[in-house]
């Protein structure tokens, strides 16, 4: 079993390879997702910010 | 582009017969009803992206066979293609976006534009970067000054370049209409890179899927690149989306302070 997965990881010698294109990969695209969220969070919440203080001022 | 700017058509015009792809377009460009649409595709394109993300690794790094030439290093193809398809995809998109905003002053096309670009950036950086790591193994080094390359490393100083000026000018109009303008004059690069490595002597291999006479990849490689391709396509489409809506909302507010300097 564990050899098993041993030889996966190594991917006939290419895992050196491999791997860092997956998972840089899975890190680029997880952290646009994360940023994207948190631009998407912010600019609401700073625009509902602003209508309050809006209607504070009325 | 001088012609264009000068030649705006409006909407109100009785004369101009709009086909139905124009009001679609027209009909998008109201910022609540582009909301309300986004929030319901947002759900089903992310959960197309775990799916198809989930499919599409199993098939590339279990079933799928070792190259008789490339070995296993063939399985960087499966995040190394789709990422330049991509690159390649979301600088079109962003063009046409561009140009819609620039013609005919559409809100939302110029924010899709500018949602575009830092995904398109990204799917660039990591065709270039796995592409580094593909080609050591393969041709002895992480990079050579040849054509595909080359142009691919244009595409990605093409997107900051537009980043860069989109964000430069106080007043955002004039950053939306000069990296409009940019965006459109990259697009000649497009072809560039698709051809490039037919036009010129290259190290890196030619296309196997896109090209004429149809793919000349086996079923059992193409199955996991397609659909790694389609869920890097719901991705897009999903962050794309989410990002807009955040440009929807940062317009608002600046609008919205416009309004209170000016009273």
């Not at chain 1, 997965?5 to 006939?12: A, E, K, Q, R, V």
């Not at chain 2, 009001?23 to 009803?33: F, H, Q, S, V, Y």
């Not at chain 2, 990605?156 to 980043?163: A, S, T, V, W």
């Amino acid at each position: 079993m564990m050899e098993s997965i041993s030889t996966f990881l190594n991917m006939g010698g290419h895992g050196v390879f491999i791997w860092p294109s997956y998972l840089l990969s899975a890190l680029v695209l997880i952290l646009l997702l994360v940023f994207s969220l948190n631009f998407r969070k912010n600019m609401e919440a700073a625009l509902g910010a602003f209508r309050d203080e809006k209607d504070a001022h009325k | 582009m001088s012609w264009i700017i000068l030649v705006p058509r409006t909407k109100k015009d009785p004369k101009v017969n709009e086909s139905s792809a124009m009001k679609r377009i027209d009909w998008l460009a109201n910022p609540a009803r582009f909301q309300r649409l986004s929030r319901r595709v947002r759900p089903v394109a992310a959960w197309l992206t775990v799916g198809l993300l989930a499919a599409g690794l199993y098939l590339g790094l279990f079933q799928s066979p070792a190259d008789y030439q490339q070995s296993e290093t063939v399985r960087i193809m499966y995040v190394h293609v789709p990422a330049a398809w991509m690159g390649l995809f979301c600088y079109v998109s962003m063009a046409v976006a561009a140009g819609v905003g620039l013609i005919w002053r559409h809100p939302v096309a110029d924010l899709a534009a500018k949602a575009t670009a830092p995904i398109g950036a990204s799917f660039t950086f990591l065709a270039l970067v796995t592409g580094s790591l593909w080609g050591k193994p393969m041709w002895g080094t992480y990079w050579v000054w040849d054509a595909r390359l080359t142009s691919m490393l244009v595409l990605l100083f093409f997107y900051l370049g537009y980043i860069a000026l989109v964000n430069a000018f106080d007043d955002p109009a004039r950053g939306t209409k000069m990296s409009s303008i940019l965006a459109l004059v990259g697009v000649i690069n497009v072809p560039i890179v698709k051809f490039s490595v037919e036009w010129w002597y290259t190290l890196h291999q030619s296309a196997s899927v896109v090209k004429a006479g149809g793919p000349s990849i086996h079923p059992s490689m193409l199955w996991p690149l397609l659909l790694m391709a389609f869920a890097y396509t719901t991705y897009y489409i999903w962050i794309l989306l989410l990002r807009i809506d955040g440009e929807i909302a940062a317009t608002k507010i600046r609008a919205a302070r416009m309004r209170q300097v000016h009273g």
